[in-house]
């Protein structure tokens, strides 16, 4: 009975559920949403939602949001790499985060730019990109790496969940402080084991452990378009991930809010900052409580 119920992966979603939720976060479980292609009710493993900063003086939240696909299976997913190539550097996206955008007229795409956060990230700080990946299974005695409808299958549903969340939330802000927010989401498939990287640029490379492995791709649907990235994670590198990659992003928005409260809001520093009787807002900023959202 146990062994059936954990290959259904039941029990291994509840072990990853788990785990997000002692690091602070409100999870829901099984998340339905609309495919907006195909009209029909999906479902992602765990929505996640952590709210790192509330400042009511200056009406301003950061949130974090994960969509998790739990992935508990034998067969090894192994990421090829390369170089990232100047351009590569240059073409920053961000599809997944959302900035009050008045600050200038610019695709939502280019805020990451605009503010400079590319250099605060872990991917996009990275000097290698992944360009194909594959999954490893065996048949009879001969191994096969498949990736046929693999990127459909992985990629797809968790692109689709986070673009229809994405809705729930403005991105123009048109009075003077009116609540503004961050909003940033993070798709993470999540495997027991099994993650490999191979670099390209090396003829005597051999396939090596990972705990984390992006990837980023670029896809064009009817109602998805973009470049978008998904993080493929370990269960024992998760905690790392968490709190060290995800929420060291969002923490440094917050650090950066803290020097300067102004710095994200969509009117900028041509507005009169607030009238405060408290402390200097600067020193007033703390991560908020988690909150359903």
């Not at 509330?54 to 192994?78: A, Y």
């Not at 996009?124 to 409808?149: C, M, T």
């Not at 402390?279 to 959202?293: A, K």
């Given at each position: ?11 291994f979603e509840h072990e990853v559920a788990i785990a997000v939720e002692r690091m602070g976060f409100y999870v829901e479980r099984s998340h339905a949403y609309v495919d907006p292609d195909e009209g029909k009710s999906r479902e992602v ?69 605009h503010y400079g956060l590319q250099h605060e990230h872990y991917y996009y700080k990275e000097p290698k990109k992944s360009v194909q990946f594959a999954k490893i299974v065996r048949k009879g005695s001969d191994w096969f790496a498949l ?147």
């Amino acid at each position: 009975m146990m062994e059936a119920l954990r290959k259904s992966g039941y029990l291994f979603e509840h072990e990853v559920a788990i785990a997000v939720e002692r690091m602070g976060f409100y999870v829901e479980r099984s998340h339905a949403y609309v495919d907006p292609d195909e009209g029909k009710s999906r479902e992602v493993d765990i929505r996640a939602f952590k709210m790192v900063l509330n400042n009511k003086t200056f009406k301003f939240q950061v949130c974090v949001h994960m969509f998790i696909e739990c992935k508990d299976s034998d067969s090894p997913f192994v990421f090829l790499q390369t170089d990232k190539s100047e351009i590569d550097k240059e073409a920053v996206e961000g599809m997944e985060y959302l900035f009050p955008w008045q600050t200038n007229k610019s695709a939502n795409a280019m805020m990451m730019r605009h503010y400079g956060l590319q250099h605060e990230h872990y991917y996009y700080k990275e000097p290698k990109k992944s360009v194909q990946f594959a999954k490893i299974v065996r048949k009879g005695s001969d191994w096969f790496a498949l990736h046929e409808n693999v990127y459909d299958a992985l990629i797809l549903p968790q692109v689709k969940a986070v673009k229809e969340f994405m809705k729930g939330f403005g991105m123009v802000h048109s009075r003077p402080y009116e609540h503004e927010s961050i909003q940033l989401y993070f798709n993470a498939i999540v495997v027991r084991d099994h993650l490999f990287m191979l670099d390209l640029d090396r003829d005597d490379a051999e396939p090596q452990p990972a705990g984390r492995a992006s990837f980023q791709r670029q896809i064009e649907m009817r109602s998805v378009k973009g470049k978008y990235l998904v993080d493929f994670v370990t269960q024992s590198y998760l905690e790392t991930y968490v709190q060290n990659e995800v929420l060291g992003f969002a923490n440094e928005i917050v650090r950066q809010f803290g020097e300067d409260p102004m710095r994200f809001r969509s009117h900028g520093a041509n507005e009169k900052r607030p009238n405060t009787d408290g402390p200097d807002p600067g020193e007033n900023w703390r991560p908020g409580r988690i909150s359903l959202g």
